[in-house]
C-alpha cells in the first residue's frame, strides 16, 4: 500500500470516533431493549394474574384498570420493538445477527396452510464452478393474511322435460337463511358478530365494505339484522329453556341508553346465567338476556315466571317479590354477591385507608382463598370443606362485625359497609348450607361486561325493540362464549341450517351440541 493510499491521521480519529458512537449506540440501545424487556414481562405477568384472580383488584377497580395494564403493555411492547429496530441498525457490520439474544417466538399454529417459496439457487458453485449437490434447506416461516374475499353464489336449477309427457322437472328452490335479500350465512354471522360481539355499528361496517368495493346501504344490513333475528327466534326458546330449567341462576342487569323522539332515555339489559361448573354440574353453560325500558319489579317477576331455586343476584329490591312464600312454583331463595360487599370495604381501604376497613377485606380475602381450592368439587365435597374450614371464619366475621358496628358513627361509611351485610347475613351465609351456592356473582357481571364495553361504540339502542333484538343476539353470542366456541362459526352454521331444521331437533343447534359435532366429524 502506497502513501498515497494510507490513511491520515485525521480520518483514522474520525473512523474510530464514529466506530466509538456506534457501539455506544449499541450498548444504549441494548440497554433500552432490555428495560422495555422487563416490564413487559412483569406486566403480562400481573395482567395474568388478575385475570386469574376473580376475586383481586380486578373485581374492584373492574375492567378499567385492566385495560389500562393493557394499554400499558401495548405502549411498552410496541417501545421495546422500535429499541429492537434501533439495535439491528446499530450492531449492523459490527456485531453478528446470530451471536444478537434470539427472539422467544412461539411456532406459528400448525393447522394453518403453508405457501413455499423457494429462493432461486445458483446453478453452479459461485467459487470454482463446480457441480451443486444438495445438502438441506433452511426454512424461516413469516406469518401473513390474505384480505377479506368477496364472491357471488350462483344457484342454478335446471329445468327438463319427459320426452313421453312432456313433463317440466326441477329441483326445489333452496331455503336462504333470511326471506328478504340474498345474503349468504356467512356474511350474515360476520355483520351480527361484528356489531353485537365487537361493538362495531351498522354504519361504520358500511363504510368498512364500502372500502372494498361493495356497497351495502345501512338499511340493508339493518335490514338483515332484523330478518337474522326473527330467523334465529327459535334457538333463543330452546335456549332460554335450557337455562330456566337449572337449579341455581346469575343474576344482574346494566343500563342500556335507548334513543326517543330525540332524546334518550335508560332501559335496562338483564341477563340470567347458568353454569354449573363450579360445583361438578354437567350442564353446559348459558346466558339468557332481556331488555326492559325501566327497572321496576315488574320485569326479573316476568322473566323468571314459573322457575324456582337459588338466584344470586346483587341486593336489588326488585327481586323481592320472588322470595314470597306464596309464590308458585315456589319462593326463589336469594343469595349474596360476597364480591359485591368486600368491594364496599376494599374501596374505603384503598381511597380513606380506613384500618377497620382493611381488616374486613384482609378477613373476606380468607375465605376467597379457602372457596378458590374447591372450585368445580361436587356440592357434597364443597359442602364439607366449607363447614369445616370456612364457616368459623365466617362466623368470625360476622362476630367482629357485630362488634364493632355499635363503635362506630351511624354516618361511618364503614359502618354502611357493614350494614349492607348485617341486614343481608342470611344471603350471605347461603353457601354454608348448599354446595351449589356460588360465592360471589361474577358470572353475571362477566356476561354483562360486553354491552358495557359496546356502549362506548353504538352509544345507544334505537328503539325498545331493537333493545329485545340485542338481548336475543347477545344470548347466543354470550352462550358461545361461555362454551368456547367462535361466535361467528357457529352462527354462519345455524343459519345455513335452521330454515330446514326440524323443530323438534332444534337442541342440536345450541353450541355445545354444535362443538361435539364438529368434533367428531
Known amino acids: 500500500m502506497t502513501s498515497a493510499e494510507s490513511p491520515s491521521a485525521d480520518e483514522v480519529v474520525a473512523l474510530r470516533a464514529a466506530l466509538a458512537a456506534a457501539e455506544q449506540a449499541r450498548l444504549e440501545a441494548e440497554a433500552r431493549a432490555s428495560g422495555a424487556e422487563a416490564l413487559v414481562a412483569q406486566l403480562k405477568l400481573m395482567i395474568a394474574k388478575m385475570r386469574q384472580d376473580r376475586f383481586g383488584a380486578s373485581s374492584e377497580r373492574g375492567r378499567k384498570l385492566l385495560d389500562q395494564m393493557e394499554l400499558e403493555l401495548e405502549e411498552l411492547e410496541t417501545a421495546s420493538g422500535e429499541a429492537d429496530a434501533a439495535l439491528d441498525v446499530a450492531a449492523s457490520g459490527a ?5 444478537r439474544r434470539k427472539p422467544r417466538r412461539a411456532p406459528l399454529p400448525e393447522h394453518l396452510p403453508r405457501e413455499r417459496v423457494v429462493l432461486p439457487s445458483p446453478s453452479s458453485c459461485p467459487c470454482c464452478g463446480g457441480r451443486l449437490s444438495k445438502l438441506g434447506e433452511d426454512i424461516t416461516e413469516t406469518l401473513e393474511v390474505v384480505p377479506r374475499q368477496w364472491k357471488v353464489i350462483q344457484i342454478v336449477r335446471e329445468k327438463f322435460s319427459c320426452r313421453n309427457c312432456e313433463a317440466i322437472t326441477q329441483p326445489p ?18 355483520i351480527l358478530e361484528a356489531k353485537f360481539a365487537q361493538h362495531l355499528p351498522l354504519n361504520r361496517q358500511s363504510e368498512s365494505f364500502a372500502r372494498e368495493g361493495i ?6 344490513l339493518a335490514d338483515w339484522v332484523g330478518a337474522c333475528s326473527a330467523t334465529l327466534s327459535p334457538l333463543v326458546a330452546v335456549l332460554r329453556h335450557h337455562v330456566l330449567v337449572a337449579e341455581r341462576l346469575h343474576g344482574d342487569d346494566t343500563t342500556v341508553p335507548v334513543l326517543a323522539k330525540g332524546k334518550t332515555t335508560t332501559g335496562r339489559l338483564w341477563v340470567y346465567v347458568r353454569d354449573d361448573r363450579p360445583f361438578g354440574g354437567p350442564a353446559p353453560p348459558a346466558a339468557v338476556f332481556h331488555y326492559s325500558p325501566d327497572r321496576t319489579a ?3 317477576n316476568r322473566h323468571l315466571a314459573g322457575w324456582s331455586g337459588v338466584l344470586q343476584s346483587d341486593a336489588y329490591a326488585g327481586y323481592n317479590d320472588l322470595a314470597a312464600p306464596t309464590r308458585l312454583p315456589g319462593p326463589v331463595v336469594q343469595a349474596g354477591c360476597w364480591a359485591h360487599a368486600r368491594r364496599k370495604f376494599f374501596d374505603l381501604a384503598e381511597l380513606g385507608k380506613a384500618p377497620l376497613a382493611k381488616e374486613a377485606v384482609q378477613r373476606m380475602d380468607a ?9 368445580g368439587q361436587t356440592p357434597q365435597a364443597r359442602l364439607a370443606m366449607r363447614q369445616e374450614k370456612i ?7 360476622h362476630d367482629w362485625m357485630r362488634t364493632t358496628r355499635p363503635k362506630l358513627s351511624r354516618h361511618s361509611e364503614v359502618g354502611k359497609a357493614i350494614d349492607y351485610m348485617l341486614k343481608r347475613w ?3 351465609a347461603l353457601f354454608l348450607a348448599d354446595g351449589r351456592v356460588c360465592l360471589t356473582n361474577n358470572a353475571a357481571e362477566r356476561s354483562l ?5 359496546g356502549r362506548k361504540a353504538w352509544l345507544f339502542c334505537g328503539s325498545d325493540r331493537g333493545g329485545e333484538r340485542a338481548a336475543a343476539i347477545y344470548s347466543l353470542i354470550v352462550t358461545a362464549w361461555l362454551n368456547d366456541v367462535d361466535p361467528r362459526a357457529w352462527l354462519a352454521d345455524v343459519l345455513a341450517r335452521i330454515n330446514d331444521h326440524r323443530a323438534s331437533r332444534l337442541d342440536e343447534l345450541l353450541p355445545w351440541n354444535w362443538k361435539a359435532a364438529a368434533s367428531t366429524t
Do not use: W, Y
Open 95 to 99: 456485531v453478528n445477527p446470530q451471536q
Open 215 to 220: 356497497e351495502l346501504d345501512i338499511s340493508t
Open 298 to 300: 315488574a320485569h326479573p
Open 391 to 397: 364457616a368459623p371464619l365466617v362466623d368470625d366475621l
Open 426 to 428: 342470611d344471603t350471605f
Open 173 to 190: 328452490a333452496p331455503f336462504h337463511p333470511i326471506a328478504r335479500g340474498r345474503a349468504g350465512p356467512n356474511l350474515l354471522a360476520t
Open 449 to 453: 361486561r360486553g354491552v358495557a364495553v
Open 367 to 375: 375465605i376467597f382463598a379457602l372457596e378458590r381450592g374447591i372450585s
